[in-house]
């Protein structure tokens, strides 16, 4: 479904701003300076700057944590706008401070601005929080000392040996920004008590003591590579120096390599190694973030120790598409855009004079607060508007204004506003022109929503003066609109009109795939699936005619879940004409059409030869008879092996002639062997034995053309081995024999048994049927 659109106005209001806004394009009040961050002395004096321009009188005014800052003995406002305290102090008599966060506020009569928050803090220098401590490292080792103290600004680090500075401007010393003092290629001359000291604009401190000893040189030892100290994690701000350090030692030297983990080049540019393994980054970017990998290799060999440290760039807020000023006609929506970047990403305030603007009724922000929408705009929104975008690295601020477009002798709302829906997915407005001061107007701007959706859902559509309707399209079927006109002059818009609601018609099915095949000469089949497209159908209409004819039959009206139809008694030779249409509620969809040619279908048929059905019937009785076979095979040797496990003796008739009466298929066996019958009515397999123990069948097979087909000197082996079985040539046949006093017992094993050898003889895991 098609999605509706946003409209612009643009073509129409450029009109009517084209007049007014030459009034507002110089600058309406800016900030040319805002005041930055400082760090203060105690006792000493400060300034903070702002300078503005814009339209005159204009005045400004300071305040710290959000209060407005009165001068007084210490503190002194310029007429420029900068803010002067004579002598700063942290804490003061009555316990208040002049450490806090500070703003300048410009006005003028277009409005009040507010510049971005400057933060001023007093000079400080703690106490160390790491006092180095002492180091025993052997002579040509490496020794490494370390000293932390907070103060503001970031104190500056030196060293002392036995009370005298170290020259670490080159040789074997190495001082990083940090702090950290590195000793490398160490001799006994290096042994001694090293200070830290540091100093910033609040004073001097000097750490406790901590003596180095380097002991005799035990270099020709080898050692593996080992790192003493890896990177740490570290977070800094954009044009911040990042120092990450790596201190191996062994024998022989460990070579110390960087690399980033996720494989992208460090890169050259800003790029210093210090000493013999610290990286150190110059003017740190964002995209310098990422997780840095030191290695200490061993020389010539693959030998390797590794540490990792991750570093995390910071960037402030900056804008990348500020608000810009425009002047809208009363009645009218404006639209104010500002879009920031920075790492992490900005937070967006929005402020109206001076003061946090809380979105609710005519006003919204949408897209994480980047756009700001005022509709129906009224002579109390004509204000300043600033975006603040702030995060933990930083905040800026921009500003526009915004100018409402007032004047008498607007014309008066237009009238007769009707909507009339034409299609599932067009509507048509129309309306008469206002009853008052119609000369003026230049257009007209029809505001459009769904009846369901919020007032800030709404978009226009710009119409001119002579058109009284239009007609919207690409809408949704089966929903209801909100519809109301504003007139436009050059001055500004007029009141709204009436509104109007209308719901678009409902979408009838598309067309269904048809597929169709002759059956038996005279039989078509018809196969349909709906499609997924527009309504739901509740059923289907089939129509067809023989060609030429002119009318159809049918139709024939299935329900949503019939999805085919055989069409019989059709005359063969002659070619017919489908047709299929889906249905619901709001009425037929469009039809599929399809030809189908009984007569290629007959001679298709002549000329192709017809199935051999006698083969297909005798393979299928081949296939039968070998599966009847294996099953026949299968139960044989397992009622051999169950006989002779439990050592029973006596005759068994032949396996090879129960095979044969299996095997041969039911309608040649109804004259075959009939089952005799055995002594106390027992019966095995169909067998019934006679009273002289012959097995008579009505082919005269008796004893003696037993005992001629097979010789009794194999019947008598056969019964000595009390039910072993007997291998012979593969000409020859198995027999194993059973005491007819042990038929019970055979039957009854027979009986249990049953089930599990159809099913260890059915190939196909499932009961043989017959």
């Given at each position: 479904?098609?999605?509706?659109?946003?409209?612009?106005?643009?073509?129409?209001?450029?009109?009517?701003?084209?007049?007014?806004?030459?009034?507002?394009?110089?600058?309406?009040?800016?900030?040319?300076?805002?005041?930055?961050?400082?760090?203060?002395?105690?006792?000493?004096?400060?300034?903070?700057?702002?300078?503005?321009?814009?339209?005159?009188?204009?005045?400004?005014?300071?305040?710290?944590?959000?209060?407005?800052?009165?001068?007084?003995?210490?503190?002194?406002?310029?007429?420029?706008?900068?803010?002067?305290?004579?002598?700063?102090?942290?804490?003061?008599?009555?316990?208040?401070?002049?450490?806090?966060?500070?703003?300048?506020?410009?006005?003028?009569?277009?409005?009040?601005?507010?510049?971005?928050?400057?933060?001023?803090?007093?000079?400080?220098?703690?106490?160390?929080?790491?006092?180095?401590?002492?180091?025993?490292?052997?002579?040509?080792?490496?020794?490494?000392?370390?000293?932390?103290?907070?103060?503001?600004?970031?104190?500056?680090?030196?060293?002392?040996?036995?009370?005298?500075?170290?020259?670490?401007?080159?040789?074997?010393?190495?001082?990083?920004?940090?702090?950290?003092?590195?000793?490398?290629?160490?001799?006994?001359?290096?042994?001694?008590?090293?200070?830290?000291?540091?100093?910033?604009?609040?004073?001097?401190?000097?750490?406790?003591?901590?003596?180095?000893?380097?002991?005799?040189?035990?270099?020709?030892?080898?050692?593996?590579?080992?790192?003493?100290?890896?990177?740490?994690?570290?977070?800094?701000?954009?044009?911040?120096?990042?120092?990450?350090?790596?201190?191996?030692?062994?024998?022989?030297?460990?070579?110390?390599?960087?690399?980033?983990?996720?494989?992208?080049?460090?890169?050259?540019?800003?790029?210093?190694?210090?000493?013999?393994?610290?990286?150190?980054?110059?003017?740190?970017?964002?995209?310098?973030?990422?997780?840095?990998?030191?290695?200490?290799?061993?020389?010539?060999?693959?030998?390797?120790?590794?540490?990792?440290?991750?570093?995390?760039?910071?960037?402030?807020?900056?804008?990348?598409?500020?608000?810009?000023?425009?002047?809208?006609?009363?009645?009218?929506?404006?639209?104010?855009?500002?879009?920031?970047?920075?790492?992490?990403?900005?937070?967006?305030?929005?402020?109206?004079?001076?003061?946090?603007?809380?979105?609710?009724?005519?006003?919204?922000?949408?897209?994480?607060?980047?756009?700001?929408?005022?509709?129906?705009?009224?002579?109390?929104?004509?204000?300043?508007?600033?975006?603040?975008?702030?995060?933990?690295?930083?905040?800026?601020?921009?500003?526009?204004?915004?100018?409402?477009?007032w004047a008498d002798g607007l014309p008066g709302a237009p009238r007769g506003v009707q909507a009339q829906a034409l299609s599932p997915t067009a509507i048509r407005?129309?309306?008469?022109?206002?009853?008052?001061?119609?000369?003026?107007?230049?257009?007209?701007?029809?505001?459009?929503?769904?009846?369901?959706?919020?007032?800030?859902?709404?978009?226009?559509?710009?119409?001119?003066?002579?058109?009284?309707?239009?007609?919207?399209?690409?809408?949704?079927?089966?929903?209801?609109?909100?519809?109301?006109?504003?007139?436009?002059?050059?001055?500004?818009?007029?009141?709204?009109?009436?509104?109007?609601?209308?719901?678009?018609?409902?979408?009838?099915?598309?067309?269904?795939?048809?597929?169709?095949?002759?059956?038996?000469?005279?039989?078509?089949?018809?196969?349909?699936?709906?499609?997924?497209?527009?309504?739901?159908?509740?059923?289907?209409?089939?129509?067809?005619?023989?060609?030429?004819?002119?009318?159809?039959?049918?139709?024939?009206?299935?329900?949503?879940?019939?999805?085919?139809?055989?069409?019989?008694?059709?005359?063969?030779?002659?070619?017919?004409?489908?047709?299929?249409?889906?249905?619901?509620?709001?009425?037929?969809?469009?039809?599929?059409?399809?030809?189908?040619?009984?007569?290629?279908?007959?001679?298709?048929?002549?000329?192709?030869?017809?199935?051999?059905?006698?083969?297909?019937?005798?393979?299928?009785?081949?296939?039968?008879?070998?599966?009847?076979?294996?099953?026949?095979?299968?139960?044989?040797?397992?009622?051999?092996?169950?006989?002779?496990?439990?050592?029973?003796?006596?005759?068994?008739?032949m396996c090879k002639t129960m095979q044969e009466q299996l095997a041969t298929p039911p309608e040649v066996r109804s004259d075959a062997l009939e089952p005799p019958?055995?002594?106390?009515?027992?019966?095995?397999?169909?067998?019934?034995?006679?009273?002289?123990?012959?097995?008579?069948?009505?082919?005269?097979?008796?004893?003696?053309?037993?005992?001629?087909?097979?010789?009794?000197?194999?019947?008598?082996?056969?019964?000595?081995?009390?039910?072993?079985?007997?291998?012979?040539?593969?000409?020859?046949?198995?027999?194993?024999?059973?005491?007819?006093?042990?038929?019970?017992?055979?039957?009854?094993?027979?009986?249990?048994?049953?089930?599990?050898?159809?099913?260890?003889?059915?190939?196909?895991?499932?009961?043989?049927?017959?």
């Open positions: 479904m098609a999605t509706r659109r946003r409209w612009p106005v643009a073509r129409l209001l450029g009109l009517l701003l084209v007049a007014s806004v030459g009034v507002f394009s110089g600058s309406e009040l800016t900030f040319t300076l805002e005041p930055s961050d400082i760090i203060a002395v105690q006792e000493q004096p400060l300034m903070l700057h702002c300078q503005v321009d814009g339209i005159p009188p204009i005045t400004t005014q300071w305040r710290r944590n959000g209060k407005l800052l009165l001068e007084g003995p210490g503190c002194a406002m310029f007429a420029n706008g900068s803010l002067l305290i004579s002598h700063f102090q942290k804490t003061k008599l009555d316990g208040s401070s002049d450490e806090g966060d500070y703003e300048c506020m410009a006005q003028n009569p277009i409005g009040l601005l507010v510049s971005r928050k400057a933060r001023l803090q007093a000079a400080t220098m703690a106490e160390f929080h790491v006092q180095p401590q002492p180091v025993r490292a052997e002579e040509a080792g490496v020794a490494r000392f370390q000293c932390q103290v907070r103060g503001l600004p970031e104190p500056l680090i030196s060293w002392e040996k036995d009370g005298r500075p170290v020259d670490t401007q080159g040789g074997r010393y190495t001082l990083l920004p940090t702090g950290v003092l590195q000793i490398g290629g160490l001799s006994l001359d290096d042994s001694g008590v090293y200070h830290c000291v540091a100093h910033n604009s609040a004073g001097i401190r000097r750490s406790a003591g901590a003596r180095l000893t380097v002991t005799g040189s035990k270099a020709s030892v080898y050692k593996e590579p080992t790192i003493v100290v890896g990177p740490e994690n570290l977070t800094l701000t954009v044009h911040q120096t990042a120092i990450l350090e790596c201190v191996a030692t062994g024998y022989p030297q460990p070579i110390v390599s960087w690399s980033r983990l996720d494989g992208r080049p460090i890169g050259v540019e800003g790029i210093q190694v210090l000493g013999n393994g610290n990286l150190m980054i110059s003017d740190v970017g964002v995209q310098h973030s990422g997780i840095y990998v030191c290695a200490a290799n061993k020389p010539g060999t693959r030998v390797r120790r590794t540490a990792q440290g991750r570093l995390v760039v910071q960037a402030p807020a900056k804008f990348v598409q500020p608000p810009q000023s425009i002047a809208r006609p009363v009645g009218t929506t404006a639209v104010f855009t500002c879009l920031a970047q920075g790492e992490p990403l900005p937070q967006l305030t929005w402020l109206k004079n001076g003061q946090i603007l809380e979105p609710g009724g005519h006003v919204k922000l949408r897209n994480n607060n980047s756009t700001l929408t005022i509709y129906s705009i009224g002579q109390a929104d004509e204000a300043m508007y600033q975006c603040i975008a702030e995060n933990s690295a930083g905040s800026d601020q921009a500003s526009a204004h915004l100018a409402v477009l407005v129309s309306w008469r022109e206002p009853s008052q001061v119609t000369q003026d107007i230049i257009g007209y701007v029809l505001h459009i929503r769904k009846t369901a959706d919020s007032l800030d859902m709404e978009y226009q559509e710009a119409v001119g003066k002579s058109m009284l309707q239009q007609v919207l399209s690409d809408l949704q079927p089966s929903t209801s609109y909100t519809f109301y006109v504003k007139a436009y002059t050059s001055r500004g818009a007029s009141k709204p009109s009436d509104t109007a609601v209308e719901s678009t018609l409902g979408e009838v099915p598309a067309p269904p795939s048809l597929h169709t095949r002759v059956v038996e000469g005279s039989t078509v089949q018809a196969v349909w699936e709906p499609s997924g497209k527009m309504g739901q159908p509740q059923g289907f209409k089939l129509f067809y005619r023989r060609l030429p004819s002119a009318t159809f039959t049918g139709p024939l009206t299935f329900g949503r879940n019939i999805t085919q139809c055989n069409i019989t008694q059709l005359e063969p030779a002659f070619v017919y004409e489908l047709k299929l249409l889906a249905f619901n509620q709001h009425g037929d969809g469009n039809a599929t059409m399809r030809f189908v040619s009984l007569k290629e279908a007959v001679e298709k048929s002549v000329l192709d030869p017809p199935c051999d059905c006698l083969k297909d019937e005798q393979s299928k009785a081949s296939t039968t008879g070998i599966i009847v076979g294996i099953h026949i095979g299968v139960t044989c040797i397992i009622f051999c092996v169950l006989f002779l496990m439990f050592g029973y003796r006596g005759r068994l008739m019958t055995y002594h106390g009515s027992l019966s095995l397999n169909g067998a019934v034995p006679e009273p002289n123990g012959a097995i008579p069948d009505k082919t005269g097979m008796d004893s003696n053309e037993l005992g001629r087909v097979f010789p009794r000197d194999s019947l008598n082996q056969t019964h000595m081995m009390a039910g072993a079985q007997v291998s012979h040539t593969p000409d020859e046949t198995q027999i194993s024999m059973l005491p007819l006093e042990d038929f019970s017992l055979a039957e009854e094993s027979e009986s249990k048994f049953g089930e599990s050898l159809e099913e260890a003889s059915d190939p196909y895991g499932q009961p043989e049927e017959g």
